[in-house]
């Protein structure tokens, strides 16, 4: 990702604008494949010389935002390795008492050869005095030594570029609005769920046809993390999987923090750079499924494979879908294991008004409190844990809620 200094934007009447360059332009094209070419060149070389060859390329000032805007991102899929034999903290200690011994050896004299120093630490490690030398301060960045780097193709490297120009802004949101529609189930299902995935606040509401979508930004009153700003940020690939989309974030700009607006649209073509991947399940979850599978043969147990309208305000897919064989009957398991406290009870609220009411809701005790009064109200079956979940008490509350769906 581009670090606050290399997002290039321009600021245009309260939007900002970022310089997406053109990934079919020949000249940027030509760049990108230089910088590609100057990684690969460098395996197996120090980070010191690969640095200096890239100062050749990049030069100085801020017209280089794009050279050193993708030769960041292209570091970023490099790895270095402390190129020594010995541990170089190791090898210092090494060759300090070596020169102390020296000194003392040779005390009245006219002091001690530094060669002198290096054989006798050699010696001692069964190394070349070269290799002393070389790993002496190996553990520098400068010193350090490329070993490997997934280069990408230029034009996907571009393609990038114009991603982390984008994540970069999104850093200084205060909140994001996202209008979805036109999608599958099967494409809203796995929407909401990679918000829940990047443990994301999120509001939702019926538009139309479609959803939307209201994110609180890491800027916001609610949320001022870095941690929680990355998170929104990178799950911004995520959504250029899908289409029919429209994005606009609220900003909290620059050091004055002054307010500005960013808008995305699915049309503008900006390209994941990552996969969307299989289905993620909360690890309470993963811990949970073969457990409580082996103890309920009578009944099919899976993934949340469904999207349940909460009366236009909100959806719920559920963390666990169970069906009884024989009867057919259904209940649904949602797990709050890592929520902020006050989102737990809006979304408490929200399914004591519109949830199903064969649904049994897991709460981990620490989340508990702050909204114990809704959690009473729920129609279905509560759960409280501590570290792990019970599959007994998971399969008596499903139990007991249970029913017939068709």
């Known amino acids: 990702m581009l670090t606050a200094e290399l997002v290039n934007v321009r600021l245009y009447k309260g939007e900002i604008k970022p310089r997406y360059v053109d990934a079919d332009d020949d000249q940027v094209l030509g760049l990108a494949e230089q910088l590609i070419d100057a990684f690969a060149q460098a395996v197996g070389q120090r980070r010191g010389d690969l640095d200096a060859e890239l100062e050749d390329i990049l030069g100085n000032g801020t017209s ?16 270095f390795e402390t190129a020594s034999p010995v541990p170089p903290e190791d090898l210092r200690r090494q060759v300090f ?9 040779g005390a009245g004299g006219s002091g001690f050869a530094r060669q002198d120093v290096l054989e006798r630490t050699a010696e001692a490690l069964d190394l070349t005095a070269e290799a002393v030398e070389a790993g002496l301060f190996a553990d520098l960045q400068d010193q350090q030594v490329l070993i490997d780097a997934e280069l990408p193709k230029a034009r996907a490297l571009l393609d990038r570029y114009n991603v982390a120009l984008a994540q970069g802004v999104l850093l200084r ?3 994001l609005e996202i209008r979805v529609t036109g999608l599958s189930s099967r494409d809203y299902e796995s929407l909401f769920r990679q918000i829940h995935f990047h443990q994301l606040m999120h509001r939702v509401s019926r538009d139309g046809t479609g959803w939307c979508i209201i994110l609180d930004g890491p800027i916001s009153a609610l949320q001022s993390s870095g941690r929680y ?4 940020a990178k799950f911004l690939p995520t959504l250029l999987h899908f289409g029919g989309w429209t994005l606009e974030a609220r900003l909290a700009w620059g050091k004055r923090r002054r307010r500005y607006l960013f808008h995305l649209t699915a049309a503008q073509g900006l390209r994941p750079h990552t996969k969307l991947g299989g289905r993620w399940l909360p690890d ?28 236009g305000l ?13 009867s057919g009957k259904v209940a649904y398991l ?25 649904v049994v809701v897991a709460v981990l005790g620490s989340l508990a409190a702050g909204a114990a009064e809704d959690l009473e109200k729920l129609p279905g079956q509560v759960l409280l844990f501590k570290r792990t979940i019970l599959p007994k008490k998971v399969l008596r509350a499903v139990e007991s809620v249970a029913r017939a769906e068709r």
Not at 65 to 73: E, T, V
Request: with cysteine; glycine share 8%.
């Open 334 to 358: 949602e797990i709050f294991g890592f929520w902020n406290k006050g989102a737990v009870s809006k979304r408490v609220r929200l399914l004591n008004k519109h949830g199903p009411p064969n």
């Open 314 to 326: 909100g959806v719920l897919v559920p963390d666990l879908v169970f069906e009884h064989t024989a």
């Open 64 to 79: 280089f935002l794009l050279h050193r805007g993708l030769a960041k991102l292209l570091r970023d899929r490099c790895v």
């Open 284 to 311: 309470e979850v993963t811990a949970l499924l073969p457990r409580i599978s082996s103890l309920a043969p009578d009944w099919s147990v899976r993934a949340g494979d469904v999207l349940i309208d909460l009366g």
């Open 173 to 175: 949101a205060r909140q």
């Open 97 to 105: 008492e070596a020169a102390a011994i020296a000194r003392r050896e």
């Open 229 to 232: 700003g990355l998170a929104m």
